[in-house]
């Protein structure tokens, strides 16, 4: 049986069609749920193993990136969606999902009931959107379930506000020893000013990840900037691969 | 109450570093600044909701009622907040107010919500009007406030405003009376020009003769109504008849003469638009719908259609950049989820035309925006309308020249997608029939956009209305498309158009043509604000509306999911067959227009256009250089060659994950692409190719090669991508000055000819290429008056060319990919320097730049056989790389295939074909039978012209520079025969762009620098 990966929809999200392909070529049941569907019947997590957070600008972006849309998961999901990680389902946030899942205080996570929020992505150091592709590392130790084994690469990174930031030293520094890094910008090619050139993290289960880059908007090797040269490494699938790997498992 | 949001660290917040950065030129250095976000509200609410909703606790500090405001802290010279004006779209505070009832606040219609930026400047010693100058970029007057209190004044009890005025309307709800009858001509016309009619006499006149008919005055009667026309009437007529809805100009009977004569053009459009897509048609069976609906559609392939349209908004972008260049997108996109049953916006297109951004401040006419406050204003709004509406910047282009220094020019494109058959009906017909209900999806009514499409239709002058200017929510659209296309998908609507230029007004006007009448309920419709009169309802442009026709039976169900989704969606009347569009408010009629008056009862304008030849320019002299080094240099850091990357990474060119060729391709992704390819569909290799055209700088010499060059450049791109030939259909979107002679536009009659002359060359080019129009738009009055005389556009034409490519994994791109590979022109050269960048870096002559004597021009049914040849090689796989000739010529496409690949090329410039061989005098041209006509072009060269730079720096048309592999090349030269295509020499190992000619080395320059001037900063 494949394992059943929601992408939520609505609310100005809007990379929700390439992530539900770059789940279904992952070999999930990929289905395009709208939040406001979700938020009328929370029941429909106990039917999924994925929960995916697609980027996008969730209410333009207003009040600070994500910051609205964790305001309606918290009013309208919060236990359900505790729950449903709890009992082992997976999430997972891609830019602007990776901010609603910061400021829901799931990731890094790891509080128990009362999530507090320890990290941010705030504006790019530039101050300014950026789209290009740029080399990502990623860690060989992390808890992170979705990112083992995965060879580095280039991926497409767009955002205006994908710079991470702790609250200080000390939350970095857990997130390190915890192996709760998962992907890094390889050195120089930090596009936003990120803290330690981290990308995305995981919680400490390494069921929950949130992300930058779109490894969803490299679906094929035409999409590749390099595309008309040998060096393209592997798509983004394998990503998406690890997380219905480990969704099966619990199947 | 006030809540502040401020970051903790001021290192940690790139808006306020960025802001310190754009003050730093006026005030001498780099303030210490921090931005703060403030929300207004007369509502009372518990600071942990504050602290929720309106801070990120990780590095924000937060001041509302529970904690001192940051005014209070010491530190600061200068407070400056910048507010909107009361009526101005705030998105911002909409998204607030819906967070506060998530939140489960209840928050009425009453309560105010606001949002503010206030800046905490530190830099002591500054005068309240240095401040005021340094700020003055940060907003603008039309629709900001700014307050500035200094520290000193702050001590004195100085504090900022708790709420900010809200509007207050009270229009009256009766519709007034307007008596056309009892007035003369005079009357008439200073009717028009109060109420912003932008009617002509005959208009006028029109319209007082259907009130005194005397059916008219039976049928006004037994609905109650006086004999009077009443300003609901005259506004919807206004709108309907607008230049910009009517298109009067491009329909108008034309008596042409120039110097072979004099004819009569009855309607440019029909003449030589429709003629020529009516001409192609047989052979395209792919065109579905084509200038009906809102965009042009074709068959993309067994299972999906694509529908392209563009637009231009120039008046709303020369007042305020940013909310006209966000409307511009948004707007667009509104076409394509309004044609037929509503297509998904694909990729959106954006070409920018604004004088020189290094302008000096004080050739700037007094009144006008400086240009590179137009430039940073439109481009962030594209960044924001495009990045937020999800969709990628699949192409587009930024132009420079000192004639759009009055108006700029926005053209904001759109492609869309949908099915072929929804529900098994084609999905490019809609159905509005009698007993429809007529709903309006999307954003709340208000003032903003008042006389958007007769305003376009006007020249800019000091009196232009503010209320023509809207600020689009990209969001808000967005949330409405997800809804739509979710509707559509279950059939719950019949017909769908968007609500654009003239508002209701023009959209349900069209709509009811289809049924045969309406009657609509403007009571019914949704206010941002109370207190708007009926005729402003009905003429508002406020964005983000749709209006669908819908049977009865489906209302509810499609008012529950708008309801569910979070979309406001109103049943606001009926689509009828009576005839009549009929308008009600208050309980009884205020309005009742006869649909065939309304529509066709438009008088024909009659025009003259006067063609005069311009003279021979004064003979061209430039110096022979010998080395041409240093002018590449030059001609690669002249602002309309130089690299755009810096605004272009802006845009998301990424989403939705069908993106193949990018903007910027090369192995660093910073050598500019002839166009964009996508991959539209996850389960198909088939990819659509993006390109444009546009070259206003030859209509310095004549409108016609203007146009050719246009189509031709566009065309050219297609081929130079990979794209299939036979599958390209384009999009015309005129920009002229005023072609209508008056007292104070004596020079109508000429730009009324160069107009006939572009559309002439516009039909050439596309039957010679096979290539449909399928849309277009023209704008027509970019004209200002500022400081005292006219400043008009060059007359410009874009053509944005869309096709298909069978297998997008062969598509091309412009960088060498390896050492050794040979290096080809295709095309003929005839060394015209006229109207080319050179032109542009020597100074002298027109708007300070010498001229270089006549100008090449297009020959399109030559250009074909080329292209059909190397479309063909292209699919066989012959080619390495293919960049097709445009701005700065050979020596600038040489140079950006060399930094793509990051690789060097040696040329031989010798044999140039086209070039006459100097010392034989007869040309090297690959096709025998170029020869004489080449010598022609020849013997036009003023011979002051060092053969040099006219190889190099001729911006002739009909040309590639492409690379192919050492082994492929007996069979590439050979899909070549007969054709002009020359060898010319290697890519290089070696980073260096060499060329000699005669023996002599006439170019070498080393990438760096190459790099180093393509890259130079063009603000």
């Known amino acids: 049986m494949k394992p059943k990966a929601l992408i939520l929809a609505g609310y100005g999200f809007n990379a929700d069609a390439e992530l539900r392909e770059a789940f279904g070529l992952a070999g999930a049941e990929a289905e395009r749920l709208q939040l406001s569907d979700l938020f009328a019947d929370p029941e429909i997590l106990e039917r999924a193993e994925i929960l995916a957070f697609p980027g996008g600008f969730s209410f333009g972006d207003h009040l600070g990136s994500g910051q609205v849309a964790a305001l309606l998961c918290r009013r309208y999901l919060g236990e359900s969606l505790r729950r449903f990680i709890a009992t082992g389902g997976l999430v997972i946030g891609i830019c602007n999902g990776f901010q609603v899942l910061t400021k829901l205080g799931l990731l890094p996570g790891g509080g128990g009931s009362a999530p507090s929020r320890e990290v941010t992505l705030i504006q790019n150091e530039s101050g300014l959107f950026v789209d290009d592709w740029v080399d990502i590392h990623f860690e060989h130790k992390t808890a992170c379930l979705w990112t083992r084994g995965l060879e580095d690469r280039m991926l497409p990174v767009r955002h205006g506000e994908g710079r991470f930031v702790a609250k200080d030293e000390s939350v970095l520094e857990s997130l390190e020893a915890g192996g709760l890094v998962a992907l890094r910008y390889a050195s120089g090619s930090n596009p936003n000013g990120s803290a330690r050139d981290i990308a995305g993290i995981c919680d400490p289960s390494g069921r929950v990840f949130g992300l930058m880059p779109h490894p969803e908007a490299f679906l094929v090797r035409e999409n590749h900037p390099l595309r008309r040269r040998a060096k393209v490494g592997k798509v983004g699938i394998d990503l998406f691969e690890n997380g219905v790997r480990a969704a099966r498992d619990r199947l | ?1019």
């Open chain 2, 1 to 1019: 109450m006030r809540i502040e949001t401020c970051f903790l660290r001021r290192e940690l917040d790139g808006r306020a570093l960025g802001a310190a950065k754009r003050l730093a030129p006026f005030l001498g250095s780099a303030p210490l600044l921090d931005v703060v976000d403030v929300i207004l509200t007369d509502l009372s609410l518990p600071s942990s909701l504050v602290e929720e909703l309106f801070a990120d606790p990780v590095v924000q500090y937060i001041a509302s009622a529970a904690a001192p405001s940051l005014g209070a802290f010491a530190g600061w010279d200068w407070l400056v907040e910048i507010a909107y004006r009361p009526g101005v779209t705030d998105t911002l505070a909409l998204t607030a107010r819906e967070a506060l009832s998530i939140a489960g606040l209840s928050v009425s219609g009453d309560s105010v919500v606001q949002t503010a930026r206030l800046h905490l400047l530190r830099f002591p010693g500054l005068s309240r009007e240095a401040v005021s100058r340094a700020f003055a970029p940060f907003w603008n007057p039309l629709i900001q406030t700014a307050s500035f209190i200094s520290a000193a004044e702050w001590a004195e009890g100085g504090r900022l405003p708790d709420l900010y005025p809200v509007v207050s309307l009270h229009e009256s709800r009766e519709p007034r009376l307007i008596d056309l009858a009892a007035m003369d001509d005079a009357a008439l016309l200073r009717l028009s020009a109060e109420r912003l009619l932008a009617l002509s006499l005959s208009e006028m006149q029109a319209v007082c003769d259907y009130y005194v008919v005397a059916a008219t005055a039976e049928t006004r009667t037994a609905a109650g109504l006086p004999p009077a026309a009443t300003d609901v009437e005259i506004e919807m007529i206004a709108q309907t008849w607008s230049e910009h809805c009517k298109h009067k100009i491009f329909n108008a009977r034309i008596e042409y003469r120039d110097e072979s004569g004099a004819q009569t053009i009855d309607s440019l459009f029909t003449t030589y638009i429709k003629a020529t897509t009516d001409k192609l048609q047989p052979s395209r069976p792919d065109l579905l719908s084509v200038f009906t609906d809102n965009s042009g559609v074709f068959a993309f392939d067994e299972s999906y259609a694509v529908c392209v349209k563009a637009e231009t908004h120039n008046s709303p972008s020369a007042l305020d950049p940013y909310g006209g260049a966000i409307t511009g997108i948004v707007g667009v996109n509104r076409d394509i989820l309004g044609t037929g049953m509503g297509a998904m916006p694909l990729f959106n297109t954006d070409v920018l035309c604004f004088a020189p951004p290094s302008t000096p401040d004080d050739q700037v006419p007094e009144g006008l925006l400086r240009p590179r406050e137009l430039l940073a204003g439109v481009h962030r709004g594209i960044v924001d309308g495009g990045n937020q509406s999800g969709i990628p910047v699949a192409a587009g282009a930024f132009l420079f020249d000192e004639s759009y220094m009055g108006k700029p020019l926005v053209f904001c494109g759109t492609g869309g997608i949908m099915p072929l058959r929804l529900r098994g009906s084609p999905s490019w017909e809609k159905r509005i029939e009698a007993g429809m209900a007529v709903v309006m999806v999307g954003g709340r009514i208000g003032k903003d956009g008042i006389h958007g499409a007769t305003f376009s239709s006007l020249a800019l002058d000091e009196t232009s209305p503010s209320s023509a200017v809207q600020i689009g929510d990209p969001i808000i659209q967005k949330r409405m498309t997800d809804f739509l296309l979710e509707a559509r998908d279950l059939g719950l609507y019949q017909g769908i158009t968007d609500n654009g230029a003239g508002g209701l007004s023009s959209s349900l006007g069209e709509m009811a043509e289809s049924s045969g009448g309406i009657r609509i309920d403007l009571d019914a419709c949704p206010l941002k604000y109370p207190g708007l009169s009926p005729w402003e309802i009905l003429v508002s442009e406020s964005q983000e509306r749709m209006s669908l026709s819908v049977l009865p039976e489906f209302l509810g169900e499609l008012l529950d999911l708008a309801r569910r989704r979070g979309v406001e969606a109103t049943a606001i009347g009926e689509f009828t067959d009576s005839g009549f569009v009929e308008l009600r408010s208050g309980g009884k009629t205020v309005g009742l227009l006869d649909l065939e008056f309304l529509h066709r009862g438009l008088p024909r304008m009659r025009l003259e256009a006067e063609w005069k030849p311009r003279p021979a320019p004064a003979s061209a002299t430039l110096v022979d250089r010998g080395d041409w080094t240093g002018t590449l240099l030059a001609v690669l850091a002249e602002p309309n060659v130089a690299s755009k990357e810096s605004l272009v990474r802006q845009y998301d060119h990424e989403v939705k994950g069908i993106s193949v060729e990018k903007p910027f391709t090369g192995l660093e992704r910073d050598a500019p692409s002839d166009g964009a390819v996508l991959k539209p569909l996850y389960s198909s290799w088939r990819g659509l190719c993006v390109t444009h055209g546009i070259n206003p700088r030859l209509s310095v010499h004549d409108t016609y090669a203007m146009a050719l060059a246009a189509v031709d450049e566009a065309y050219r791109a297609q081929i130079a991508l990979g794209a299939n030939p036979d599958s390209a259909v384009a999009l015309d979107n005129f920009c002229w000055p005023d072609p209508v002679a008056a007292p104070d536009n004596p020079e109508g009659a000429f730009k009324l000819a160069q107009l006939v002359r572009a559309c002439t060359g516009l039909r050439e080019a596309c039957l010679a290429y096979g290539l449909p129009l399928v849309s277009g738009k023209d704008s027509m009055k970019n004209d200002a008056f500022a400081g005292g005389r006219r400043i008009s556009v060059q007359p410009t034409l874009l053509v944005t060319v869309v096709g298909t490519i069978d297998d997008c994994r062969k598509a091309l791109s412009t960088d060498f990919l390896e050492p050794g590979d040979l290096i080809y022109i295709l095309g003929e050269t005839s060394g015209l320097l006229g109207a080319s960048i050179l032109e542009r870096t020597i100074p002298g002559g027109r708007d300070g730049h010498a001229e270089l004597g006549p100008c090449p021009a297009a020959r399109p049914e030559r250009h074909i056989l080329l292209y059909r040849a190397l479309a063909k090689a292209i699919s066989g796989r012959a080619l390495r790389s293919c960049h097709d000739l445009s701005d700065g010529g050979l020596a600038v496409a040489l140079a950006e295939s060399c930094l793509g690949g990051r690789l060097g090329a040696r040329l031989r410039l010798d044999a140039l074909p086209g070039m006459p061989n100097p010392a034989a005098g007869v040309s090297s041209a690959g096709a025998a039978a170029t020869t004489a006509e080449a010598t022609t072009a020849e013997a036009a060269r003023p011979e002051a012209l060092p053969r040099a730079a006219c190889c190099l720096f001729a911006e002739d048309p009909g040309r590639f520079l492409v690379s192919v592999r050492p082994e492929d090349r007996e069979r590439f030269e050979r899909s070549m025969a007969n054709l002009p295509a020359a060898l010319i020499g290697e890519v290089t190992e070696e980073p260096g762009i060499r060329a000699s000619l005669g023996g002599l080395r006439v170019l070498d320059a080393d990438l760096a620098s190459v790099e180093r001037a393509y890259k130079t900063p063009i603000a």
